[in-house]
């Protein structure tokens, strides 16, 4: 059974940083394309961030460029996105997404994690 589990959500302040974390189980996850996204409450899902199966290549939002970093850890089954400078912009769900670049069409998504920037 695959699983895809976010943490690290929480409340912040403007300016403060949060750690995400992505445990998969349940698949190869080297072979799996992952990204984050986030929906904000009324707003469409958006992609933040996105990572290659080897962690070579990442891609960004315009939106976070400069603020945010993807990375990951094949021996732990893990993506994390690191997000510093935060702003009240930020403030919505994150998503984790895996792709298996195997079979394209095998998708699995996380239940979500809460991030909020309020002073």
């Known amino acids: 059974q695959v699983q895809v589990v976010e943490s690290g959500g929480g409340l912040v302040q403007p300016g403060g940083s949060l750690r995400l974390s992505c445990a998969t189980s349940?698949?190869?996850?080297?072979?799996?394309?992952m990204r984050w996204y986030r929906q904000a409450p009324g707003k469409e899902r958006e992609l933040v961030a996105s990572?290659?199966?080897?962690?070579?290549?990442?891609n960004y939002a315009d939106s976070v460029k400069g603020r945010f970093t993807i990375s990951r850890d094949n021996a732990k089954k893990t993506v994390y996105l690191q997000m510093n400078s935060l702003k009240p912009e930020d403030t919505a769900v994150y998503y984790c997404?895996?792709?298996?670049?195997?079979?394209?069409?095998?998708?699995?998504w996380g239940q979500g994690t809460q991030v909020t920037v309020s002073s």
């Open positions: 997404y895996a792709q298996s670049q195997i079979v394209r069409s095998l998708v699995y």
């Open positions: 349940g698949l190869t996850f080297s072979n799996y394309l």
């Open positions: 990572i290659t199966t080897d962690g070579i290549s990442r």
